[in-house]
């Protein structure tokens, strides 16, 4: 089958998101929205469900990622990030640390940026050493809204 690339309208903006057989693609903010190509009904309605009860509860469900997306230490860095609980922050040297490379805080924030998958896998749960907001593809306040609407604590 071929891949599916659909819209879903959240409160902070537009999400496209590419899906193939093997999973999510790509979750994304875009200004607009463009042609939907939908060859999964199924499993396009599930996940706009899920996005629709996140926006709602600020819990996301977990759904399944393509594994050919990203690089072997990418994919590594994104499973630490899965592993932060909703309301939850950890910065880069926390996930350094859990994926045993207690020096490599910039390579976890060059993959964390690499993030095709947003939200599903929740890069903006990631903080700076010092507690700063950075660094957010879908610009910093979504960041805030997002860790708001999930009950971070912020400073």
Not at 99 to 105: F, N, S
Not at 117 to 128: A, D, M, N, Q
Request: net charge neutral.
């Amino acid at each position: 089958m071929a891949n599916s690339e659909f819209y879903f309208t959240s409160p902070i903006g537009i999400l496209h998101i590419e899906l193939a057989d093997a999973g999510l693609r790509s979750c994304h903010f875009v200004e607009q929205e463009e042609v939907e190509i939908l060859h999964h009904p199924v499993e396009i309605q599930q996940i706009k469900g899920y996005l629709q009860s996140y926006f709602e509860t600020g819990i996301l469900q977990n759904y399944r990622i393509d594994p050919s997306i990203g690089t072997a230490f990418q994919q590594k860095v994104w499973s630490a990030l899965t592993e932060i609980p909703a309301g939850s922050t950890a910065t880069y040297a926390e996930i350094a640390k859990r994926i045993a490379m207690p020096k490599g805080a910039q390579a976890v924030g060059n993959a964390n940026g690499q993030n095709p998958v947003l939200l599903f896998i929740p890069c903006h749960r990631v903080i700076g050493s010092t507690g700063r907001l950075v660094g957010y593809s879908g610009g910093l306040w979504r960041k805030v809204w997002l860790l708001a609407k999930e009950g971070a604590t912020l400073f």
